[in-house]
């Protein structure tokens, strides 16, 4: 396997303006002829599909949700990043590019990320044109605030429901292609394999999730827009659908996998009840920006938060990050809640909880700007945990959020198969080992509003390929891989649910491979999962059969998927002998915790090759850095 | 906490469906009204039988997946809430629960509490977008929205898609998912100069879909998870008939938003 990064020569700036020039494209009356399968809707899969039809390709589109408008993008809360510089305090493109290359503690390519920064303007006003009801000035203006790890405000919302709204207008883009017959829509419907013909990807293996038929849909060019793998952990702030089944079986087909091990753990999330729980809810981070993060200064105080006097409180992030304070970056955040919390100065049942507490900006700036600002997210805070967060300050404790590893993907986007492209969070792209907070929603549709349809023409425009027969004896390989999986999962012998076994494996991460690391946990866990998995394999227990709707069945396989790729999630962190962004392995730390990165040995790319039975191959991307100097990242 | 639940039971359109009782124990008040039927489902699977097939997702009340009618209600006896913002707190130790699907000829059953929701997304398909091209957008400061009129687009752009407004009218009508989309970008520049036609286009499809009438009886405001207030159907019908007025006045004149007056 050889990762050419195909990252165009020259100057940043001007770096996707020449690849732009540079490629070649498909004559309208050819697009025609050309079918793209674009799987997932999220904001980087509609917007990809909606764009593609748009030009002229024949897309066939496929969520498992039961409307592409459910993809789980629609969650996100806080906002979109963009150098648009409206507010005058300093912000460009520039200044956007070094603060994600920082906040990805330089793990991330110069030249992707540059190019990320580029576009990021294009996609407000593209939004904008689409009728997204961003947040205005009183004069009709573009509304800003600032997010964490950042010191301007470049941030645009709508409310605490920007993704939501970012979500629909790509789906309505989508809708008006599905509208003009370009795009055909098949929600409910499960991708499970990729076909690859003479080392192309050409298609995919999906199930009918209403009648559990399973058939193969061919094309010149598959797009894989899938999601994270949070969900690995069991509980994460994500949707309960949300999987890694999509982006593991096509490494399972020749995709590299790039640094897995770089798992985003949200500091804002409500802290976790009982065992029956099924999610974390993420409070946006939005709230950093008025809320202030405290404990108390002596351990197992279980006074209530009113008894405890101003002088007796640890404002923690105030004080270890003076610069930044609040709004330090989320893996730094995290961090620090977890060790005052391990120090038995958490609040709450179990101590697994610090104190977001809002009195000061009410105080100043009154309960009505309060309300406008957070209104939703407080009301949300107080149905789950009964409480209200204007009168006694909030609780909230780390969970498991986004993923920053992902298939690798070159310049254009695509992974090691040819034909095979991977965008949003899916690909392990821009965030390097950490991500900024709004910076997502801003990548998702970079790449799908922006970058694919650029790239993904230049492909299908050099390359020759024959229509591909579903019956293609490759397609009937894919198929037969599906089927006989799916039996196994049926025929086990059956007397524990998937759930638990998604619970255990969960665990086991989240102790061995969760917010702090080390050699000792991680070869643990390398031994206990496969142990696991065979269990699993001999004793999950799937009611029903695989020709009719079966949610248990669907289920079951994703979780059969998240006991493969767990080991290689651990396999990427044992192997990262460095401390760096969300990824902190205890033996790598300098004084006061904080983290040791090492730039000689790992600012590489770990893209994991799948061999069948073998622990999986390791190749590195030299990460080169020729504009930024990669710094000790310090937000002190 | 305990409680007996009357589920809705139904393999399919074509067998009839009936209510099964199903004892829920140990539930924790804490917990959510979807993980309750999580914890039901564990011990039916473990015992190999068939779980109860109900929709969930991002379980913060967004994504608008869960869809379940707890006694009588859509979304339960709270307000603006939906299914999965719903803790089991809210009822009282030892009730029982009756739990059914959004019922409504528009969403046919595909199991037990699971409908399809499809007709949905053709209504939306039929003219519930701007057509703008990627690429070649005017900067976003161009256009200035005030910022009373982009909260009044924001308020009905919140709509979740869920259709519990459709399952609470008992003529099983989509006037508060159409009035929301169509208002939302007729309230905006942007969607001005396509106002007419979409207003036409997705009522056509929400009456081809075998969706109801609007009986003015405002059960979708009350079940509305996101609140979206039935003013929007007032306006809903103010851009129906002004569509009729603008389209009958012939030669048509191009719309374009300098010429609107609101």
Known sequence: MKLDPKIPPGPLETKWDRRRFSEKLVSPNNKRKITVIVVGTGLAGASAASTLGQLGYQVECFCFQDSPRRAHSIAAQGGINAAKNYQDDGDSVGRLFYDTIKGGDFRSREANVYRLAQVSTQIIDQCVALGIPFAREYGGQLANRSFGGVQVSRTFYCRGQTGQQLLLGAYSALCWQIDRGQVIMRPRTEMLDLVVVDGRARGIVVRDLVTGRLSVHTAHAVVLATGGYSNVYYLSTNASGSNVTATYRAWKQGAAFANPCFTQIHPTAIPPGDACQAKLTLMSESLRNDGRLWVPKMARDHRSSEDIPEAERDYFLERRYPRFGNLAPRDLASRAVKAVCDEGRGVGPGGHGVYLDFADVIAQQGFDVVHERYGNLFDMYQRITGEDAYRVPMRIYPAPHYTMGGLWVDYNLMSTIPGLFVIGEANFADHGANRLGASSLMQGLADGYFILPYTISHYLATVELSLIRDDHKESRAALQRVTSRISRLLNSKRCRTAASFHREVGKLLWNHCGMSRNEEGLKSALTSIPLLREEFWRNVMVPGSGEAFNQELEYAGRVADYLEFAELLCHDALHREESCGAHFREEYQRDEGEPQRDDGRFAHVAAWEYREGESPILHKEPLAFEFVQPTTRSYQ | ?262
């Open chain 2, 1 to 262: 906490m305990r409680f007996t639940l009357n589920i809705w039971r139904q393999n399919g359109q074509a067998e009839k469906g009936r209510f099964v009782t199903y004892e829920a124990h140990d539930v924790n008040s804490g917990m959510s009204f979807l993980e309750m039927l999580d914890s039901v489902n564990q011990g039916l699977i473990a015992k190999g039988e068939e779980p109860v097939a109900f929709e969930q997702d991002c379980h913060e009340g967004i994504c608008g997946s869960c869809s379940l009618v707890i006694n009588g209600i859509p979304h339960g006896p709270d307000r603006g809430i939906t299914s999965c913002q719903l803790y089991m707190r809210r009822f009282s130790d030892g009730a029982v629960i009756t739990i059914e699907p959004w019922r409504a000829r528009a969403f046919p059953i595909i199991k037990d509490l699971v409908v399809d929701r499809r007709a949905l997304d053709r209504i939306m398909h039929a003219g519930g977008y701007i057509s703008v091209h990627t690429g070649g957008a005017v900067d976003g400061n161009v256009l200035l929205i005030s910022k009373d009129q982009a909260e009044t687009a924001m308020d009905a752009a919140s709509c979740i898609g869920c259709g519990a407004c459709v399952a609470a009218c008992k003529n099983a009508s989509a006037m508060l998912f159409v009035a929301a989309k169509v208002s939302h970008l007729a309230l905006l520049p942007q969607g001005k100069p396509e106002r007419t036609r979409r207003v036409k286009t997705m009522l056509e499809a929400m009456d081809g879909e075998g969706f109801g009438s609007c009986g003015n009886q405002n059960e979708c405001e009350a079940v509305c998870p996101k609140r979206i207030s039935v003013r929007f159907i007032a306006r809903l019908n103010r851009e129906y008939l002004r569509a009729g007025v603008v389209e009958s006045s012939l030669p048509a004149e191009p719309e374009s938003p300098h010429a609107e007056s609101t």
